[in-house]
């Protein structure tokens, strides 16, 4: 699984659930495991929140506000609830690390992903990187 | 007139060449079906049963006169010479071949036009009072508070998938002619004790299958706040709203069944969030919307129907009565003109009547014209002395039909004969109305009534706040039609009460006649339709409508 970073394509560093990553790769937790279990999971290995849309990211631990990065699931790229959940992780938690769109995310979708404030975007392996690129600037390239 | 500045030229120039890049994706395979619909219907694209349908936005109904001298161009080399108004004062066209969609689009750029969010599940065209800058009872002009929305609500990047499409109108007048009780957020511009600017926000309105009167969530909002606030709803809703039963995906249903107070608690809540984020209204913004939206009319001499008529006659007169309309400045009138003339489909209008209305609006109207919720146009700026000149030019065009807020002025959605999901004829209904009332002495003499069709229980016709709404359904494979009566979309806005059991299809207008007639008999003076109906239920009409039947 494949990750655009910084304007480049790289392997995915996370582990998300049934995915093919290394088991050494910190894993994604999914924020409703995170918030039922009463301790947060241990730092080795390491791990990420994974929020998904059904979740309110107002309830996260604290712990997994201070990891560098915060996955944001989009099940289906109609569906629209994780881009208010990365408002809300910047605006009103005032989230400063990674944001993560991870799950059926499209080229077309990548603007409005980083208008929100969202850094990352799961794509395919034989995505073409410059148009991808040229994706998150279409419409608003000075914002 | 206004026009958008450089940035949102620059800003509808990159839609336009996004737009090219996505269909030229798709024809070459590399966009999914799926994927391909859900951005082609944020630029207005559908595909209907014939062929895709363009519906091009003309934000809160303002046009300027070369705006639809293109969109005749449009009609007459991309389709077959003819376009469709639609209720949220938009414009449809209805084969337009999908190859040729980026040249179009590219054609509406250059005059300042575009498609956005015209459908989709997303913030939609902003409607407002047709009337906006001209009426006697205005407030204040809606139009620059609904530019500023527009901007706000254009690729908002948190609100472009929604559970279900979300409509906004605004209304600045005391008599609300944008039915703003029946939109998923409606607002009405008050004044406070200092004169500044506030809006009553309603929230939760709407018709479809389960039509619902929008509730007042805010009193007085200050304008400083307004975005924020428009913001917070719109989280609370694409965060809650359910997406699990398309049917149940509008903001109405998640604000009923939250019930108001823990909805408004929620957008409270957001709003805190959404009061650090969204920037204060900007003020000298608004004042230069404003200046620009103005128009100033050269000071003209009022002219008394009496003196008009000397020169033309009855015909004249009737129009005048009936679709002109008092301006705030003396010696001007509001002009309507009907979209409805009888044996044209209603709401239609060909190549040659839009560059017709497009000339007059430039010789009588400052350039200007309004597209009208009732699928009409209105000349907002006519001076009292050109009203002759102008019914003259109109007439010969189909374009003088002395029936605005008639009967026969009914707003019809496409039907079984265009739309996919139809159950019955719309247009059919049209006909048979029309062909009945054809006496225009007889429809001023009833007064103000509203009929309007829809053909499906998805209510694109409105059909639940009209005075006579016919809803299309289907059984065994038979048309067959539901009427209510007394609903109305102004202000103190009503559903409409179901008469009884479905009317058969070659019986709708005769049931009219039957409702017009025990109207008729057992009105009180001066009485309106709708008050008859507020006042008397359907029970006297069931007895002769259903007795007839029997
Ligand atoms: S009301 Fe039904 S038939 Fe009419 S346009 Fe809407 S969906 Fe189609």
Redesign the pocket.
Known sequence: MKLLRNGEIVDMPWRLQGADEPATAPIAVPQMQLVQSETPPPSNPAWVALVEPEDDPVELPASALERDAILIDFPSFTDGRGYSHARTLRHELGYRGELVAVGDVRRDQLEFMRLVGIDSYQCEADADVDDLNAALTELRPDA | MYHYPVEERALLQRRVDQFRGQVSRYLDGKLDEDEFKQLRLRNGLYVQRHAPMLRVAIPYGVLSSTQLRTLADIATKWDRGFGHMTTRQNIQYNWIPLEDTPDVMQALADVDMHAIQTSGNCIRNITTDPLAGASRDELEDPRPWCELIRQWANFHPEFNWLPRKFKIAVSGASHDRAAVEVHDIGLRIKHNAKGDTVFDVYVGGGLGRTPHIGKQIAHALPADDLLSYLEAILRVYNRHGRRDNMYKARIKILVNALGLATFQEQVDAAWQQTRQQVPTTDHATVADLKAQFAVTLPARDAVPLDALQAETGDAFTSWYKQNTQAHKSPGYRSVFISLKHPGQPAGDITSAQMQLVADLSDQFSQGELRATHDQNLVLAHVAEADLPALWTALGPAKLAYANINTLTDMIV????D??S???AS?IAIWDQINATFDNIDYLHDLGRITVRV????????HHHVADIGVL?VEKKGVEWYQLTLGGRSTEGARIGKRLGPAIAKDRVAATVEDILAVFAEQREPDESFNAFVERNGVTPFKERVYEAAA
């Open positions: 959605c496409p039907g079984l265009f739309c999901l139809a159950n719309s829809s053909g499906c229980m998805n209510a694109c016709g299309g």
